[in-house]
C-alpha cells in the first residue's frame, strides 16, 4: 500500500510539474516523408491528426508540367469539415491552399507549383479540432517555384493582371464555382522579382451570406485556378472579393445558372 501511495504522489507531482498533458504528437507517416514531423508540428500543432482515406487527393502521380499541377481534394463522405489545406512537403513554400468553409461543400481543386519529387497532402480539419490527412507521393522535375512565370517572359502580365473568369452552375450537392485569375503569382525565388501574389479569396452570396474564405499562397500555379462547390444559397449571383500583397483588391459577381456558365470580369 505503501508503494502504491509512492507512485501517486510521484505521479502527482510530476503533473503539478508540467502543468499539463504532453502536446499532442504527430503519428507516424505512410508516406515517409523525411519532412513530415515538420510539417504536422507547424500545420497541425497540438491538435489531433490521423490518415484517413476518406480524403480523397485526386492528381497525377507524374507531373507534367511542374509550373501548374492540378490538385482536388474531395472530403464530402466526411461530415464536420470546417478548414481544407493543400501542402506539398518538399516545396520551399509547403502550404499552398487553406480554405475555411462556411456554407460549402468540402471540395477544393487548384493547380500548384511543385520544385521537386514530394508528398503532395489534402488535410481537413472537423469541428472537434482534429486533422484527417491523404496524399501521396509525386514525381516532378522540379524547378516549378523557382522558373519565372510566362506572362512576365512574355512581357503582357499587367495588362491582364486581376482579370477574373468565372462559372457557377447548379448541381445536387450545390453550386459548382469555378474561378480563373491572371496574376504572375511571384514565389520570390526569380532573382531580381520579390514574392508577389493573390493572397486571400472571399466568397459570398449577392445578399453578403458567407461561403467560404481561401487564403492563397506563392506556391499556388501562376493564373491560380479555384472550383469550390458552395451551399445551399438560391442566390442567382456569387460575389468573388480577392486581395493581393501589394493591397490591389479585386472583385467579380459570377451569375448562377442551372447549367454551365462563364463570364469575364476586371
Known amino acids: ?32 516523408s523525411p519532412v513530415w514531423k515538420a510539417i504536422g508540428e507547424t500545420f497541425f500543432g497540438d491538435d489531433p491528426v490521423r490518415f484517413d482515406p ?15 499541377f492540378p490538385v482536388s481534394v474531395d472530403a464530402r463522405g466526411i461530415l464536420g469539415v470546417k478548414r481544407i489545406l493543400i501542402v506539398a512537403d518538399l516545396n520551399p513554400i509547403p502550404l499552398a491552399v487553406d480554405y475555411e ?3 460549402a461543400a468540402p471540395y477544393l481543386t487548384t493547380n500548384i507549383k511543385l520544385d521537386q519529387r514530394t508528398p503532395v497532402r489534402g488535410a481537413v480539419q472537423l469541428e472537434d479540432g482534429s486533422w484527417l490527412v491523404g496524399g501521396a507521393w509525386v514525381d516532378a522535375a522540379g524547378g516549378g517555384c523557382s522558373m519565372p512565370p510566362l506572362s512576365r517572359a512574355r512581357g503582357d502580365w499587367s495588362q491582364h493582371l486581376g482579370e477574373i473568369r468565372g462559372g457557377a452552375w447548379r448541381t445536387s450537392s450545390g453550386a459548382r ?17 520579390p514574392t508577389y501574389h493573390i493572397e486571400s479569396l472571399l466568397l459570398t452570396d449577392a445578399d453578403g451570406a458567407k461561403f467560404g474564405r481561401i487564403a492563397i499562397e506563392a506556391s499556388v500555379a501562376e493564373d491560380p485556378e479555384i472550383t469550390v462547390i458552395v451551399g445551399s444559397s438560391r442566390s442567382t449571383r456569387l460575389v468573388v472579393t480577392g ?21 469575364t470580369s476586371k
Not at 464555382?177 to 532573382?191: I, W
Not at 500583397?245 to 459577381?253: K, L, Q, V
Open 54 to 68: 476518406r480524403v480523397r487527393v485526386m492528381m497525377p502521380q507524374i507531373a507534367e508540367n511542374q509550373r501548374s
Open 243 to 263: 486581395r493581393d500583397t501589394n493591397g490591389i483588391e479585386y472583385d467579380a459577381i459570377v451569375p448562377v445558372s442551372e447549367s454551365r456558365n462563364e463570364v
Open 101 to 103: 468553409l462556411a456554407d
Open 1 to 32: 500500500m505503501g508503494e502504491i501511495r509512492t507512485i501517486l504522489a510521484v505521479a502527482l507531482g510530476l503533473l503539478l510539474i508540467c502543468g499539463k498533458p504532453a502536446a499532442a504528437k504527430v503519428p507516424a507517416d505512410p508516406l515517409q
Open 177 to 193: 464555382v469555378r474561378l480563373v485569375m491572371r496574376h504572375p503569382m511571384d514565389t520570390g525565388f526569380v532573382a531580381n522579382i
